[in-house]
């Protein structure tokens, strides 16, 4: 079964713009799990544009869902997460300009620091991912420094499928699955997990659930987004759908 992580970052998103209590991310998060999430993913990001400190401790407190950290690999981020030990951290590149997450995690260029910051997550207990682009390279790194999970970046993908008009079949969608395949074989060859996220929504999901060997998908925007018109629950209850019916077709010839 391919596992459903829902990201509730932009439930905070609409909070933040009033910088109010509502619409409670907790509350979201128990909906999403209502509808069949089988986790929660949140980005503490360092500016606290939408998630915060307290959100997490929150989810942490008040719920048994499992969780998913996303995070920078700092210092501080790193303190935090070990003090509340989330089931999952994933390591992300941060940009304070950028409108969300816009490339994988470079681990080649940083391997020596981002080794310890897995060791220092594994003493607390805390199972590593990382957010990296379909590159052969980044998964030998991610290997090397410990890491148990890769996350491989589907924005490529999904930005050449909105681009040519959904078309699944025109050559840049075909090639840009062909790196995320070719990533998710290398990843188990490697002894990781195979997890895929950003930017899938309710159109692109199924081409990469079909993907053999994949075992989380983490989605957020899309499934928010539409959760405003027709409830978190049913948001969560479609993408599922959509997920186990692509999986059960198993992988495309
Ligand atoms: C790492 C990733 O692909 C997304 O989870 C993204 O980083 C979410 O953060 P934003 O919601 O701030 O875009
Ligand atoms: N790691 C990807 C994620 O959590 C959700 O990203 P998006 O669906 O909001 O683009």
Known sequence: MIELGVNIDHVATVRQARRTWEPDPVWAAVEA???????????????????????????????????????AATDEMVGIACALKPEMAMLVP???HEV??????DIVSQESRLRGVVARLADSGIVTSV??????????AARRIGARVCEIHTGPYAH????????????PVVA??????AAGEAILACGMRF???HALNYFNVQA???????????????????????????????????IREAAAAGPAK
């Open 94 to 96: 941060e940009g304070r």
């Open 176 to 181: 840009e699955l062909a790196r995320i395949r």
């Open 33 to 71: 799990h209502l509808g069949g999430a089988d986790g929660i993913t949140v980005h503490l990001r360092e500016d606290r544009r939408h998630i915060q400190d307290e959100d997490v401790r929150r989810l942490r407190e008040l719920t048994h869902i499992k969780l998913n950290l996303e995070m």
């Open 131 to 140: 957010f990296i682009d379909a590159e052969l390279p980044q998964v030998e």
């Open 195 to 197: 997890n895929a996220g």
């Open 100 to 105: 969300t997450t816009e490339g994988g995690l």
């Open 160 to 171: 050449a499928f909105h681009a040519r008009g959904r078309d699944a079949e025109s050559p």
């Open 208 to 242: 990469v659930a079909r993907l053999a060997g994949v075992r989380e998908l983490h989605i957020g925007h899309a499934i928010v987004s539409r959760a405003m018109f027709v409830g978190m629950r049913e948001a969560v209850r479609e993408m599922k759908r959509l």
